[in-house]
């Protein structure tokens, strides 16, 4: 069922990257397998003249077929984790405002591409509508790294705060000019990082365990309103989605 929810980093993320900076290393790992679909109202597919409109229903009807299109060499099998993240709104001024809070959380490229044509239709003064996109065959990749951008950048640093803090004194770090550009790489990560840690991000959140089949049954309960004609929509599939799902608060 969908709800409305509020997406951040974990605690977690935040607390070890505080003991790693103070030189306690802590294992943790924000890395997520598998793999995703995703689609939004620039998506290619049926075009009509009264306007480029998508509602959440029509978004999801797209994900229900390819759910259930044992033609895709690619459709995972048996039992998994779906977790999908909609962003969806009635006004083209809120939709922009929602993706780019969440394209700094998923920097995804259905979110990222979005966020652009949106920018450019609010522009417009005629638009096009997309009913039911269309997706091609196969639509699922094959099962690979999906990890956030915002996660592995976060990741990146805890790994140089890390080794930094394994590392054994060096008598020339000392030196000024080293101490200059490691101060200046500490702060552009600082700031990177306190970004993403302080993102929070509303949007429409779905989550099961099952087969694709049984997702497909019931991932249309509780959508959010048509009147919400801008939708973005993603939806990651995968044996462990944990490092995601961890996202809600």
Same mark, same amino acid.
């Given at each position: 069922?969908?709800?409305?929810?509020?997406?951040? %980093?974990?605690?977690?993320?935040?607390?070890?990257?505080?003991?790693?900076?103070?030189?306690?290393?802590?294992?943790?790992?924000?890395?997520?397998?598998?793999?995703?679909?995703?689609?939004?109202?620039?998506?290619?597919?049926?075009?009509?003249?009264?306007?480029?409109?998508?509602?959440?229903?029509?978004?999801?009807?797209?994900?229900?077929?390819?759910?259930?299109?044992?033609?895709?060499?690619?459709?995972?099998?048996?039992?998994?984790?779906?977790?999908?993240?909609?962003?969806?709104?009635?006004?083209?001024?809120?939709?922009?405002?929602?993706?780019?809070?969440?394209?700094?959380?998923?920097?995804?490229?259905?979110?990222?591409?979005?966020?652009?044509?949106?920018?450019? *239709?609010?522009?417009?003064?005629?638009?096009?509508?997309?009913?039911?996109?269309?997706?091609?065959?196969?639509?699922?990749?094959?099962?690979?790294?999906?990890?956030?951008?915002?996660?592995?950048?976060?990741?990146?640093?805890?790994?140089?705060?890390?080794?930094?803090?394994?590392?054994?004194?060096?008598?020339?770090?000392?030196?000024?000019?080293?101490?200059?550009?490691?101060?200046?790489?500490?702060?552009?990560?600082?700031?990177?990082?306190?970004?993403?840690?302080?993102?929070?991000?509303?949007?429409?959140?779905?989550?099961?365990?099952?087969? %694709?089949?049984?997702?497909?049954?019931?991932?249309? *309960?509780?959508?959010?309103?048509?009147?919400?004609?801008?939708?973005?929509?993603?939806?990651?599939?995968?044996?462990?989605?944990?490092?995601?799902?961890?996202?809600?608060?």
């Amino acid at each position: 069922m969908w709800k409305k929810q509020k997406l951040q %980093l974990p605690p977690q993320a935040k607390a070890t990257l505080q003991n790693a900076q103070k030189g306690i290393i802590s294992p943790f790992s924000l890395s997520v397998q598998g793999t995703k679909l995703g689609l939004h109202n620039w998506t290619h597919g049926i075009r009509e003249d009264s306007g480029r409109y998508l509602s959440p229903e029509n978004a999801v009807k797209v994900i229900q077929a390819k759910f259930t299109d044992y033609s895709d060499p690619n459709r995972p099998k048996g039992e998994v984790q779906c977790f999908a993240v909609m962003v969806a709104s009635a006004k083209i001024e809120d939709f922009i405002t929602a993706l780019e809070k969440a394209s700094v959380l998923l920097p995804y490229p259905e979110f990222k591409q979005a966020l652009d044509y949106a920018k450019s *239709q609010q522009k417009l003064n005629e638009t096009k509508m997309v009913k039911m996109p269309t997706m091609g065959n196969p639509s699922f990749l094959p099962s690979a790294d999906i990890t956030p951008q915002s996660s592995r950048s976060l990741q990146a640093v805890m790994r140089n705060a890390n080794a930094t803090a394994a590392a054994s004194p060096d008598p020339m770090a000392m030196l000024a000019q080293l101490k200059a550009k490691k101060a200046e790489r500490e702060q552009k990560n600082l700031e990177k990082t306190t970004a993403l840690l302080n993102a929070v991000v509303e949007a429409y959140c779905y989550q099961k365990t099952a087969s %694709l089949e049984q997702i497909a049954l019931e991932i249309n *309960q509780n959508l959010p309103n048509a009147n919400n004609i801008f939708t973005a929509l993603i939806v990651f599939v995968g044996a462990d989605l944990s490092n995601l799902t961890g996202m809600i608060q």
